[in-house]
């Protein structure tokens, strides 16, 4: 059930997985001393998108929502992740309180919130889950049935907030654990918490988080680990440029949005070149703030942004929860030749890599059966078919092919947590505290 | 196929994994809070042996020998904990050297050293292995076969000695990690190491541990564990006591073995009375230096240590290595309840859980089939079928019935880290420094 590569794409790719594997010793022991100076996320997820002859992260997610979909077998990896995690951050915590997102009705979604309280009572944490929505009232049981087959119950309460802290009634957390994103902003009730951890922090939210400064910090990273590995970063890096101010209901700035379009495609057209890689080139325009697979076009010529119709403008312009974007990314696109067979034929699948910390606990792949190796698979309506990995990513087998299934999956751990390191990166340079506000001017509604 | 308790005695057993989960937030909480003040050792392994009405750990190995039996589920978490270890206690370090067993003919011990080089490998570091052996004088491949049938090399080198310095040809280690017992003696080419650490450290090894200090440890780690929980602390723990200056093949002590013999049988018929028990007492006589299952006897009557016939003296008096015993621990025996089906018929079987740094990351069943309830089944000669656990240690279910495979799994992972600590404690009391002697003095020759 492991997806199928293009073998006749994949030479550059092996090289890559060869020189990881060469490299692993050296490889650990930078990601060592990295963590030491940078304090890793609570947990992340990274979609990866392979082209077999490049390998890139194309979103980094600190609010994942996918825990459900990890194998059996990668759960006690996570409860031991989860248990590092706790005693690195806050030793001294017994109490969490988890906040899931708004959308209670989705039993995928419900599936991931009942895991991850699993995870962390398992752990040795005591959970409770209290909820943003304004129509939780009052403690609500929630029934549903995990993938596994296993029926589960949530128990999802209204947020009390007391003077300068959040909890349940009769419940005082010590640390407060977001799985909502904040993409409709950072509600009052969070704001302002003395004494109480929250983990993301706040401006991890896509309130006032963005893309751009996301791989903005991956470049950095890339360029470090291409250097130690005397690799091209591009083979492990999507280029990109940010375009600001956008109206796309009032078509405003679409100029410019083609302009970009057009010089990451030359660039990427002439990395191709000099990679000897016979494929048309394509971007990705994303919103800066985007999440949910949302905001999202594959564009293959800057003309095709010139002239949007109404559909397709509303389809940029609004996001999860009426978030309107006025800025964007347009990324150099990654083929994904990886596909798996599905009742319906082969279909393209990227793999999905989850971690705790700085541990990489797991990974799914997201399939469709409907899109193309040039586009995004995180379309919302569209089919979803998780395909756990079988195998952890921490372990490379020295005497195996290079492309053998655990080492390919230890390449994607590495890259994974390259996106990881820059997430962290990323979430220092945006603290409000390094940007000269004070911590309690923290707080961005949009 | 895991193991049956004989149900009609559970009923204790059923009370006191029923008090663990409903505990086991503060369990985890507490564990924490020790950890932070008790340095782990880097890895051990617990026996326990599972009475139904008892549940008590009766040895830990600090040189533990065989990762080759853990189930291949357990790897990853493995990888993990060591990554978390060199975390922890040696950050800088790249390359290990690692140190077996002289007995490079057994092939199950080589293919636990192959799988420990794999796991430390997969954590990061670069791994070589050197050998005490004096008849390694050049670097020798052997070749093996793990038991999940896969082929296996490992070369050992001859160590070599520079200055204050060990390492091998062409390789200087950071870390010098000890899977010998040094049940000979520390030899010279290992003292006084400068810039280098040593894990575990040489005080551990059995040249100078006693059971007796360990159990001692664990008495007190009980003792405070039963207190959080409000339970009898006999329940996790077996009644000891130390007899020393024994001569076996001379003759001398016997009448003060056959007392303390005595002592802890009647103490234990008590406490049978006590929990209404209806099972006859025992007793395990063995060396209190001693190791791999050798200088064990198990006694139902004091007059049995009365008058021993040579084959018997023998057995006691000398250990691996040659070692010649003097001093015994006198311990309550477990009786093993649990048996698993075997070609042969029932066969007694025994927990035995693996912990690196202060994480579970596995285990299996020592099973022997030529064994009763009351007997030691770390017998050599004898068939011995591990059993690898096929869930992980840390994934009590809260729902589920608290004698269901992971909540015992979990029992057993809470009891072996108690062991593990009590082996930090013991540890540090042992340590030559706390002992009015400095470093430099610690190493001792039998």
């Not at 800025?327 to 971690?355: K, L, N, W």
Request: hydrophobic share 40%; charged share 20%.
């Amino acid at each position: 059930m492991f997806p199928q590569v293009q073998q006749s794409l994949c030479g550059r790719l092996i090289d890559l997985e060869k020189r990881v594997l060469d490299h692993s010793t050296e490889i650990e022991h930078w990601f060592r001393s990295q963590w030491r100076s940078h304090s890793p996320p609570f947990y992340g997820s990274v979609d990866l998108r392979n082209a077999c002859f490049k390998l890139a992260p194309v979103d980094t997610n600190l609010f994942p929502g996918g825990f459900n979909n990890l194998s059996e077998s990668a759960l006690p990896v996570a409860v031991q992740a989860l248990m590092v995690s706790v005693e690195t951050h806050c030793p001294d915590i017994a109490r969490v309180l988890l906040i899931p997102e708004n959308h209670t009705r989705n039993s995928f979604y419900l599936a991931n919130i009942a895991r991850l309280r699993d995870l962390l009572q398992q752990a040795g944490l005591e959970v409770r889950i209290g909820s943003l929505n304004p129509e939780i009232t009052e403690p609500t049981e929630f029934a549903g049935q995990t993938n596994l087959g296993d029926a589960f119950n949530l128990l999802v309460e209204p947020l009390v907030r007391q003077n300068d802290r959040l909890g349940l009634k009769n419940f005082e957390p010590c640390l407060v654990l977001l799985n909502n994103d904040l993409s409709a902003g950072v509600p009052p009730i969070l704001q302002g918490l003395v004494g109480q951890k929250v983990f993301p922090p706040l401006h991890a939210g896509w309130a006032s988080r963005r893309k751009s400064e996301h791989f903005a910090a991956y470049n950095s990273v890339a360029e470090e680990f291409a250097q130690r590995l005397q690799i091209d970063p591009w083979l492990i890096n999507p280029i990109f440029r940010q375009c600001r101010g956008l109206d796309f209901q009032a078509r405003l700035g679409e100029q410019a949005l083609a302009d970009a379009v057009s010089e990451v495609l030359s660039k990427t057209q002439l990395k191709y070149k000099e990679h000897g890689i016979n494929q048309q080139p394509f971007v990705i325009v994303k919103a800066d703030a985007g999440t949910y697979g949302m905001g999202i076009m594959t564009v293959k010529d800057p003309s095709d942004v010139l002239g949007l119709n109404r559909k397709q403008r509303n389809k940029m312009a609004v996001g999860k929860e009426g978030l309107v974007f006025s800025d964007v990314i347009v990324q150099e696109g990654v083929h994904s030749f990886e596909t798996v067979d599905q009742p319906e034929g082969s279909a393209v699948a990227e793999p999905v890599v989850y971690m705790i910390d700085r541990f990489v606990v797991g990974g799914f792949y997201r399939v469709h059966v409907e899109r193309g190796p040039d586009e995004n698979l995180n379309a919302p309506g569209a089919r979803f078919v998780p395909l756990p990995f079988e195998e952890g990513c921490q372990q490379p087998v020295v005497g195996a092919e290079p492309d053998a299934t655990p080492n390919r999956l230890y390449l994607y751990g590495v890259v994974s947590r390259l996106a990881l390191l820059a997430a962290s990166r990323e979430l220092k340079a945006t603290h409000p505290a390094s940007q000269g506000l004070s911590p309690s001017l923290s707080v961005l509604t949009p």
